[in-house]
């Protein structure tokens, strides 16, 4: 698929602009009609830019922008005027054309409109896509994104044990994404048909922490004016995620084994045991083991709960996937705030590079936030530098270039061209970098 028609009757203007867009890598196709553009369109589907002449033979340029836009309106049209045609233009331009250019043009004032254009049509296409996303996120489950063989490990993990009954163990610091983990074991296993039921331990105040998760009957206690279903009766077939399971007080953690262990539970203030099916997913941010060493958590609970134990790296250890993340965190941001998504500049890029992020992926996800809503980072706080001891002062530098070229890729759309002139590198130059940082151009392309 061609991302520019051109459509002209003058079939010298035709070649001497597919020699321009040929140096400048801009893959095109030309047409002598708006009739001939139109049947390509409804058989090949519309291309991300049309640039069309207004006076054509038959379907004028004006009624082309009306017919695309009635089915595209998304697709920027870019209309080529003579001297008298003017006013037609800035009626096109109210009618909901892009721009036009006068006649006679430069090829780089064409190039530089077409460019823009192919950037606004990316950004959209990028957005629609991300909308499309978020929409089946609860069918298809949600993304894990990043290269790093630590997160490729972790996500072959999960498809082996997704599916299995196991009760699972995340460990890893705040903001490493142990509930995005927890959502995705659920939704790639047979139970995802049924509630995925979250409760932050350290947030339920402990007289209330039992009847929180099994429920109580009417009259149970003072205020227990209705019968309530608690977290695990909800989950019932599905999967109940506690996070911070290491806040749970003593006396829960022990009648927490029991269900555990037996499969069934009572409501408070009732006699009768209800069966329980469910899979259980405990995420914690300290050392269990070590804490129940020290007398802070059961042992018994620990061995119950740690039938398959899931480490998830803090992002300071998964530098290469910060630009990928911060796109990505961008277009979120951009989806949910209704702003466009712009890229972070290269002088931003050694910001988010070089930041420690004590926060993790959600510290980095506020960052992005800001970003759209301010067009800049803002302070990121004092935390230092993170300099592996292991790591030579090449691997840093080599960290970092990979960094500044994977984002370059990623403003442009995938583009050797642009990307040659933004880092001012020789194509030989870039393509060698590519090569040794295996980054794929078609990766970056929408």
Known sequence: MSDVYFIDDEI?????????FELEDINARFFPSAEEALLAIKEEGAPKVIVSDIC????????????????????????????????????????GAYDFIEKPFSPSRLIETINRAIDKRNLTLENEALKRTLKASQTLGPRIIGETQAIKALRETISHIANTQADILLFGETGTGKELIARSLHEQSDRREENFVAINCGAVPENLIESELYGHEKGAFTGAEALRVGKLEHAQGGTLFLDEIESMPMQAQIKLL????????????????????????????????????????????????????????????????????????????????????TTLPNSELAKILSHNWPGNVRELRNA??????????????????DVDANCS???????????????????????????????????KTLYDKMQRYQLVKEEYKP
Request: charged content about 25%.
């Open 258 to 341: 029991r269900v555990l262990q037996e499969r069934q539970f009572e409501r408070v203030g009732s006699n009768t045991l209800h069966g329980l099916n469910i899979r259980v997913i405990a995420a914690t941010k300290v050392d269990l083991k070590l804490a129940a060493k020290e007398g802070t958590f059961r042992e018994d609970l620990y061995y119950r709960l740690n039938v398959v134990t899931l480490d998830l790296p803090p992002l300071r250890e998964r530098k290469e996937d910060i630009p990928t993340l911060f796109h990505h965190f961008l277009l979120v941001a951009a989806a949910r705030f209704g702003k466009a998504a």
């Open 393 to 427: 002062l090449s691997q840093q530098v080599s960290e970092f270039e990979k960094g500044v070229i994977e984002q370059t890729l990623i403003q442009t759309n995938g583009s050797i061209k642009e990307t040659m002139v933004l880092l001012e590198l020789p194509r």
């Open 56 to 95: 054509l033979p038959g379907i004028s340029g004006e009624n082309l922008l009306s017919t695309v836009l009635k089915q595209h309106s998304d697709v920027p049209v870019i209309l080529i005027t003579g001297h008298g045609d003017i006013s037609m233009a800035v009626a096109a331009i109210q009618n």
């Open 12 to 20: 010298d203007i035709r070649t001497a602009i597919e020699q321009s």
């Open 368 to 385: 992005a936030e800001r970003f759209v809503l301010l067009g800049q980072l803002g302070h990121l706080g004092e935390a230092p530098i």
